[in-house]
Structures are given as C-alpha cells and as structure tokens.
C-alpha cells in the first residue's frame, strides 16, 4: 500500500507527481492547494491570536483559526480520497466484458465509481471555496507584515476551486445519469458565481495594505 499523501516528505511527493504514475494528479494537487491556502489561514491566525493589540479580534480569530484547520484536514483526506478513487475507476475499466452480463456489470461498476470520482472534488471546490469568506475577514484587520500570506491564501484558494471544478466536469463528461449530472453543474455555477471577485477584492485589500 502506498505511503498516505500526508507523511510522505514534500519532495517524494513532487517526485511522484512528475512521475509516469497516473496518481497523484490533478485532483490532489487540486485538493492540496486548497490545504495549503487553509494552512496559510490558520498560520496567520497563530500569529495573531493572544497578541494584546488585536485583542479586539482575538475571539474571532480563534473561530477563523478553528475553521480553517478543519479545512485543511478536509481537503488534505480529499486528496487522499481521489487517489483511492482513482484506483477503483482504474480496476472497474479492467473488469471483463466477454459476455453481455459481463459488460454490462463492468458499465454499472464505471458508471458507480465515477460518480463518486464527481463527487470528491466537488467537495474540495466547496472546501475550498469556503476559505475565501475567512480571507476577506482578515486581510484588513492582521499585521501588515504577514498580510500579503492572506493574498497567497485566497488566490491559492481561488485556483484550488477552478482547478477541482476541472475534475468535476471529465468525470460528469461520462456519467449517464442525467440528473445528477445536471444537479452537480447548478451547484458549479452556483459556486463560481462571484469566485473572481471575491478573491480580487482580497488581493486588493492586501496590496493596498502592503504599499501603504
């Protein structure tokens, strides 16, 4: 069994990924950003939490901090579901089809798997997506020294969404379950409505912030 995403060092990781190995790909890198940014979040936080001149903030703060790990953890076992994932769509195109029972089997076994091959990065757009709100709420209020990792955070955030979507849409590309496959899209358009503007707006605040 392969080493989990989580305790490999950064560099077999790295490795991995410029490897011919189908896995990791995309949607962990996609998961993975989104971690990152979370992580930049709660690192902000950390070192504004119990210093006596945000003590204003300090309660939500702490709330921000809370929320953003439990982010990062979200999106760090998405990465690691889309592997596992992965794996299961790859053994379900292996399946026989010599007979007609047989395939037919094999298209159920597809058609299940890559539903749930959808389902898995959209819930890192989603986790992903709700980084951006913590964003907002700390670029005007956190030092001016460690702002610009807010900047980071929400156009990390940003691409972690836009990047998951991309996931999103090959696998809904070969599902024949009409329905779901529409319900899915609507949640998409949903969640990209305003994406750009809330993130530019945070870049915006962070750099006014940085040259004042």
């Not at 962990?28 to 504004?48: P, R």
């Not at 999103?168 to 009409?178: D, F, R, V, W």
Request: glycine fraction near 8%.
């Amino acid at each position: 069994m392969a080493e989990p995403l989580d305790a490999q060092p950064v560099g077999a990781f790295l490795d991995a990924l410029a490897s011919s190995a189908p896995t990791p790909g995309g949607g962990s890198v996609a998961a993975l950003s989104g971690a990152m940014a979370a992580g930049l979040v709660g690192m902000v936080c950390a070192l504004t939490a119990g210093k006596k001149q945000y003590a204003d903030i300090d309660e939500e703060v702490r709330a921000i901090q809370a929320r953003a790990e439990a982010l990062r953890r979200e999106l760090q076992e998405l990465a690691e579901q889309d592997i596992e994932v992965f794996g299961r769509l790859s053994a379900a195109y292996k399946l026989p089809r010599t007979t007609e029972a047989d395939a037919a089997t094999r298209q159920s076994a597809i058609q299940q798997v890559t539903r749930q091959a959808a389902i898995v990065p959209l819930r890192a757009a989603q986790a992903a997506a709700a980084i951006l709100p913590l964003c907002t709420a700390l670029a005007p209020r956190v030092g001016r020294l460690i702002v610009s990792d807010i900047g980071v955070a929400a156009m990390l955030a940003r691409a972690s969404v836009q990047s998951a979507i991309l996931n999103i849409e090959i696998n809904l590309a070969g599902l024949e379950e009409q329905i779901f496959v529409r319900e899915t899209r609507a949640q998409i358009t949903d969640m990209i409505i305003g994406l750009s503007e809330e993130t530019e707006g945070i870049v915006e605040i962070v750099r006014g912030r940085i040259n004042q």
